[in-house]
């Protein structure tokens, strides 16, 4: 069985400031990682994915997020935080075949900014 | 391209009464889902349909709630009779199916922001 715990459902920063989302999983299989962000009144949207490629991935406005498996962690980064970047993200985590590949969800992390 | 389209965009309706929801998903998306976010939770999968068919809806309650996708494209969910626990935003999203990891990658339309009084 997969799940995703997310440490911290809110995280505040200060515009200019690193931004550090911490994301855990647990997952018999190999698993795909995701981080999604949920603008207010807005669906979501994929910031990065790590597929066994690469450990160190890149997303998007920004946003990296490393993949270590002796830490189970796949923990989202920005360097100098936005005032936009104000949102709810999610880490997710799917196995890699059949019935696996359904999205196991975090319960978020709502991030705020502050001037 | 398009995104994924849902409406209505918010919902307000009292327990015991039904409740319909729409989806059009990103045009050539076989996959289509179904989930339900509560405040302050992520979002749980109510139902996935392959087409016109069903491949998972363990988590959907099926004394209330039902979703078809007939000629696979365009899906409706529909929620008879509504509880006051049914108050979420429902969120569709759609995929490509195929063999890549990238072909899973799941687009989600705005949501419909129901709440039951």
């Known amino acids: 069985a997969q799940s995703v715990t997310q440490l911290g459902s809110h995280v505040s920063v200060s515009e200019g400031a690193l931004v550090l989302l911490r994301c855990n999983y647990s997952s018999s299989v190999p698993p795909y990682l995701f981080w999604y962000v949920q603008y207010p009144n807005q669906g979501l949207q994929l910031l990065l994915k790590y597929t066994s490629a690469a450990t160190l991935v890149k997303g998007i406005n920004g946003f990296e997020a490393e993949f270590k498996k002796s830490e189970t962690s796949f923990h989202l980064t920005k360097p100098s935080a936005h005032m936009s970047d104000a949102a709810e993200y999610f880490c997710a985590v799917s196995g890699r075949a059949g019935n696996n590949r359904k999205l196991i969800w975090g319960l978020g992390t709502s991030l705020a900014v502050n001037p | 391209e398009a995104g994924v389209a849902q409406s209505p965009r918010y919902k307000i309706i009292e327990k015991r009464q039904s409740v319909a929801f729409w989806c059009n998903p990103i045009s050539g998306h076989a996959t289509l889902y179904w989930y339900q976010q509560i405040l302050g939770q992520g979002p749980k999968l109510l139902i996935q349909?392959?087409?016109?068919?069903?491949?998972?809806d363990s988590q959907l309650p099926k004394d209330r709630f039902s979703a078809e996708r007939l000629k696979g494209v365009d899906s409706t969910l529909k929620i008879q009779p509504a509880k006051l626990e049914d108050s979420a935003v429902y969120l569709c999203?759609?995929?490509?199916?195929?063999?890549?990891?990238?072909?899973?990658?799941?687009?989600f339309g705005p949501g419909t922001r129901l709440t039951v009084t």
């Open positions: 349909f392959q087409n016109n068919g069903v491949v998972d």
């Open positions: 999203a759609s995929s490509l199916a195929g063999g890549l990891v990238s072909n899973y990658e799941q687009y």
